[in-house]
Nanobody, 122 residues
Framework: QQELVESGGGAVQSGGSLRLSCAAS????????LAWLRQAPGKEREEVAF???????KYADSVKGRFTISRDNTKNTLFLQMNSLKPEDTAMYYCAADRTLDSGGSYGYNYWGQGTQVTVSS
């Protein structure tokens, strides 16, 4: 059974840093594209960072220069280093694996973690 488990969330003040981790069991990260997504109350889910199997990355404009996604395939772990955090970064953060593209052109993922809460106070 495949499982993704996030950790590292918490409450920080504006300008602070957090490092999220996502450990996988039952699937080998090296074969999959991976991502971090977030969802704040009342807002749509947003993909904040993506890393492909070749290590190439993409970021949402809102986090470019502040967040860094990385992966350690030997430990089956995905990371998100978040610096210079802002109150608008407050959300539930999810890791996901194995990006898909539906007929409507929307991305989805086959595997999801349960989420970890990040709260940034001003």
């Amino acid at each position: 059974q495949q499982e993704l488990v996030e950790s590292g969330g918490g409450a920080v003040q504006s300008g602070g840093s957090l490092r999220l981790s996502c450990a996988a069991s039952g699937l080998a990260y090296s074969y999959y594209s991976l991502a971090w997504l977030r969802q704040a109350p009342g807002k749509e889910r947003e993909e904040v960072a993506f890393i492909d199997t070749d290590g190439s990355t993409k970021y949402a404009d809102s986090v470019k220069g502040r967040f860094t996604i990385s992966r350690d395939n030997t430990k089956n772990t995905l990371f998100l280093q978040m610096n210079s955090l802002k109150p608008e970064d407050t959300a539930m953060y999810y890791c996901a694996a194995d990006r898909t593209l539906d007929s409507g052109g929307s991305y989805g993922y086959n595997y999801w973690g349960q989420g970890t809460q990040v709260t940034v106070s001003s």
